[in-house]
Antibody, heavy 117, light 111 residues
Framework: QLQLQESGPGLVKPSETLSLTCTVS??????????WGWMRQPPGRGLEWIGN???????YYNASLKSRVTISVDTSKNQFSLKLNSVTAADTALYYC?????????WGQGTLVTVPS | QSVLTQPPSASGTPGQTVTISCSGS????????VHWYQQLPGTAPKLLIY???QRPSGVPDRFSGSKSGTSASLAISGLRSEDESDYYC????????????FGGGTKLTVL
């Protein structure tokens, strides 16, 4: 059974870089025709897609975040990562990682990241 | 403002059938699959319907999905109290080199 687990700091200062890692177990990131994606959900609000990385390394980003986002993959550790720079209080949210074929079928439990105002 | 449009709320009584709509455009729903996610309070989203009308293993057949043109619907029949949840539609969008779009979510209340 595939499992995904987000990890990273729960508190990030304004203007700094948010860095999260998603560790995948029960299956390999490399060599499979899947996207690996990041979503976020501000408190009390809906889901927002941040971006995906395809197994080949090709990335897709939300246009509204593209200038601040980098998603990368480390196949040796079976992990993929999210970096969001120049954060503000508006980036406070639950951050989820997930696997996507055509749909997001496996999700992590989410990790709360707070950026104080 | 979400690319896919859902009603913010829906409600029904136990046993009823409730339908939640999701409206998009030719670049997303009109040319790609629609998926539905259920998010129970305090939990991560869970895949409920994929590829317009397919149910993952373990999802009751009370849940069904359909798509027509640039719109899609999620129907829940035999409504139960445990169906009270947030529901999101999603699709791939071919514009801007490709990206995922979500609906704003519909909060379903079982009265």
């Amino acid at each position: 059974q595939l499992q995904l687990q987000e990890s990273g700091p729960g508190l990030v200062k304004p203007s700094e870089t948010l860095s999260l890692t998603c560790t995948v177990s029960g299956g390999a990131i490399s060599g499979s025709s899947y996207h690996w994606g990041w979503m976020r959900q501000p408190p009390g609000r809906g889901l927002e897609w941040i971006g995906n990385i395809y197994y080949s390394g090709k990335t897709y980003y939300n246009a509204s975040l593209k200038s601040r986002v980098t998603i990368s993959v480390d196949t040796s550790k079976n992990q993929f990562s999210l970096k969001l720079n120049s954060v503000t209080a508006a980036d406070t949210a639950l951050y989820y990682c997930a696997r996507m074929g055509t749909e997001f079928d496996y999700w992590g439990q989410g990790t709360l990241v707070t950026v104080p105002s | 403002q979400s690319v896919l449009t859902q009603p913010p709320s829906a409600s029904g009584t136990p046993g009823q059938t409730v339908t939640i709509s999701c409206s998009g455009s030719s670049s997303n729903i009109g040319s790609n699959y629609v998926h539905w996610y259920q998010q129970l309070p305090g939990t991560a989203p869970k895949l409920l319907i994929y590829r317009n009308n397919q149910r993952p293993s373990g999802v009751p057949d009370r849940f069904s999905g359909s798509k027509s043109g640039t719109s899609a619907s999620l129907a829940i029949s035999g409504l139960r109290s445990e169906d009270e949840s947030d529901y999101y539609c999603a699709s791939w969008d071919d514009s801007l080199s490709g990206h995922v779009v979500f609906g704003g979510g519909t909060k379903l209340t079982v009265l």
